[in-house]
């Protein structure tokens, strides 16, 4: 499966990202994930053998990653906030909910 963004309001839900333009490994390291750059790898694998689901959810204007969503198949949704950045997560967990039941 694609990849699906979601726009969630005051968020903006995207895949994880480490390249060029746009790296999440410094807003996944302050998360507390070991290796970073490997998450994200996997994060890309595992969308695309449809075994788990991920998303950084970013602020809209800059894509700043502010928390992190993923789901196993079949599973319900879990985050972490980055420190002061509750809020987007508690806003984007149950759109994740809703995409991850219309499956």
């Keep these: 499966m694609e990849v699906v963004e979601i726009n969630a309001g005051a968020w903006y839900l995207r895949a994880l990202r480490d390249d060029e333009r746009v790296s999440d490994v410094p807003a996944l390291a302050d998360l507390g994930i070991a ?6 790898a996997a994060a890309d694998a595992g969308w695309a053998d449809e075994s788990r689901f991920s998303w950084a959810v970013c602020e809209p204007t800059t894509g700043e990653l502010m928390s992190l969503i993923t789901a196993d198949a079949g599973g319900a949704p879990i985050g972490q906030a980055r420190t002061g950045q509750q809020q987007s997560l ?6 994740v909910e809703r995409f991850l039941g219309s499956l």
């Design 35 to 40: 290796d970073p750059a490997a998450f994200v």
């Design 90 to 95: 508690d806003d984007a967990l149950p759109v």
